[in-house]
């Protein structure tokens, strides 16, 4: 499946003149071609886009939600787009940048 959300792929869209959405669209269709060429099946392929993902996302986020593991705070920290999750201080380079993508 493909996950067709966040930072990492606005910024891949923005760079083709592409919406998210259609970069996601052209990329699950090689994916698809090139699977058919070297005669790989798979029982299900999930978009995070797909209402059916949405909605088991927004039930489970809901339970998560009414058992109160969600609330609003304030948080700040280093943020790597290409790893896609923050780092600690303790993760970064001297400079602040991710240790791995050096930025």
């Keep these: 499946g493909t996950d067709e959300h966040g930072e990492k792929i606005a910024l891949a869209a923005a760079a083709q003149n592409m919406s998210p959405q259609q970069h996601c669209d052209s990329i699950v269709a090689a ?49 790597c787009v290409d790893c896609e999750e923050y780092k600690g201080e303790d993760e970064m380079d001297s400079e602040h940048n991710c240790p791995t993508h050096r930025r």
């Design 31 to 79: 994916y698809k071609a090139l699977w058919s060429e070297l005669d790989i099946a798979y029982d299900g392929f999930i978009r995070t886009t797909d209402s059916q993902h949405e909605g088991l996302v927004q039930e489970v986020l809901q339970r998560v939600w009414d058992k109160g593991d969600i609330y609003k705070a304030a948080y700040s920290g280093w943020y």
